[in-house]
């Protein structure tokens, strides 16, 4: 296990019809996001040698390499339903100190335990750490980057949570601006037609735009 305390726009308009690192990386992630436009990746092929990265609980059909989380909840669920993925979890400490309160660190293999951050959600600290170790990153499902949607439709259905308040859009900005500050590596955001990013998408060069 690992502990962390861590550390431009080019559109690319029309059908999405591949994946190619930068020149000097050969790594590709794909983040899966808790989004409603999490679906565009259905279309896609993912290839093996690509990391797949989730979010709480995985989907029926979707098969992550990675399990990031950072809240108690998706920890209490594995733990309530015996669920014990195989996958690699990376965690906030506020998750780690769930995870060894129910005494399941080894039956989870926690890879990585992050220092918590205040207003990260768990897509962003997943996109510093890939970004960090040198991978090209494919964001499917975040949906509040361009537009309202701060929820997770997903993850909501099995776990209720409050309706996360309109604030948090602005500080998860602010955090987004600051993890793609001096990439080499490319940050492409999947979105629908009509889609009009916010800022965090329009001030870098490492970000690359796909509509579908």
């Known amino acids: 296990m690992v502990v962390s305390c861590d550390s431009r726009l080019s559109a690319v308009h029309g059908p999405f019809i591949g994946i190619q690192g930068s020149k000097n990386l050969a790594k590709v992630a794909h983040i899966y996001g808790n989004g409603p436009s999490r679906v565009l990746y259905n279309d896609f092929e993912h290839k093996p040698s690509h990391l797949l990265v989730t979010h709480n609980i995985p989907e029926p059909g979707i098969n992550p390499d990675v399990i990031v989380v950072i809240d108690s909840q998706p920890i209490d669920w594995f733990n309530q339903n015996k669920v014990f993925p195989s996958a690699r979890f990376w965690v906030s400490q506020r998750s780690w100190g769930v995870i060894t309160h129910l005494?399941?660190?080894?039956?989870?293999n926690?890879?990585?335990?992050?220092?918590?951050?205040?207003?990260y959600n768990a897509g962003i600290y997943a996109v510093r750490e890939c970004l960090n170790q040198g991978y090209d990153v494919h964001?499917?499902?975040?949906?509040?980057?361009?537009?309202?949607c701060l929820e997770s439709p997903a993850m909501d259905k099995i776990i209720a949570r409050h309706r996360r308040p309109k604030h948090l859009d602005k500080q998860w900005q602010e955090h987004w601006l600051k993890v793609f500050d001096n990439r080499s590596n490319k940050v492409n955001v999947h979105m629908p037609y009509q889609s009009i990013p916010k800022t965090q998408l329009t001030t870098h060069d490492c970000v690359q735009l796909h509509r579908h």
């Open 110 to 119: 926690v890879e990585i335990v992050w220092d918590d951050v205040h207003r």
């Open 103 to 108: 005494n399941i660190d080894k039956k989870l």
């Open 139 to 148: 964001l499917w499902g975040f949906d509040s980057m361009f537009s309202d």
